[in-house]
């Protein structure tokens, strides 16, 4: 069964950082991208950046409201993906999920989320 | 940026009729359209991509159509376990990935 598990989220105040960590399991995990995508409660969903697979080296992208805050990266041996949220604010408190890409950018599989709340 | 524009915002539809829901693409994004389903408390579910492929467990009530700018979700014979929100995303052209605001459907 294809599992994804996301930790670390929590209360930080504005200029802090968080990281947060997502575990999968059911699959092999080196064959795909991993997403992230937040939801501010109550609202819709915003695509935040993917990391690729080795095949593709291992590239991101990013939406342009974390570009240069925030970075994606991946242990492949332990089935791994991490968000590193760096000078947080306000308007990233959401909702984060992880997902499982396929044909990229088709999410096939979400973890259930974690939540960040920023905060002074 | 590929702004993707959803309608209705709520749809109010009596179980065992059909639910007709609407996705528009500021510009073209050829059949790279996704819809997914979000119930209360849950994480949203893949149900449709490709514009008109079922993922897998997707019930054949779903249905979705379009190419192009304009597509639909169709789903018949509503069941309970149908009403929540429903999200597309356009996966043509990227960064970024763009979802459309959501429409909820709701019980009449």
């Known amino acids: 069964e294809v599992q994804l598990v996301e930790s670390g989220g929590g209360a930080v105040q504005p200029g802090r950082s968080l990281r947060l960590s997502c575990t999968t399991s059911?699959?092999?995990?080196?064959?795909?991208?991993l997403s992230w995508v937040r939801q501010v409660p109550g609202k819709g969903l915003e695509w935040v950046g993917f990391i690729r697979h080795k095949a593709y080296g291992g590239a991101t992208e990013y939406a342009a409201s974390v570009k240069g805050r925030f970075t994606m990266s991946r242990d492949d041996s332990k089935g791994i993906a991490y968000l590193q949220m760096n000078s947080l604010k306000t308007e990233d408190t959401a909702v984060y999920y992880c997902?499982?890409?396929?044909?990229?950018?088709?999410?096939?599989?979400w973890g259930q989320g974690t939540l960040v709340t920023v905060s002074s | 940026e590929i702004l993707m524009t959803q309608s209705p915002a709520t749809l109010s539809v009596s179980p065992g009729e059909t639910a007709t829901l609407s996705c528009r693409a500021s510009?073209?994004?050829?059949?790279?359209l996704a819809w997914y389903q979000q119930r209360p408390g849950q994480a949203p579910r893949l149900l449709i991509y490709g514009a008109s492929t079922r993922a897998t467990s997707t019930p054949a009530r779903f249905s979705g159509s379009g190419s192009g700018t304009d597509f639909t979700l169709t789903i018949s014979s509503l069941q309970s376990e149908d009403f929540a929100v429903y999200y597309c995303?356009?996966?043509?052209?990227?960064?970024?990935?763009?979802f459309g605001q959501g429409t909820r459907l709701e019980i009449k």
């Open positions: 995303q356009q996966y043509n052209n990227w960064p970024p990935i763009t």
């Open positions: 059911g699959f092999t995990f080196g064959d795909y991208t």
């Open positions: 510009q073209s994004v050829s059949s790279h």
């Open positions: 997902t499982r890409g396929v044909v990229v950018t088709v999410y096939d599989y």
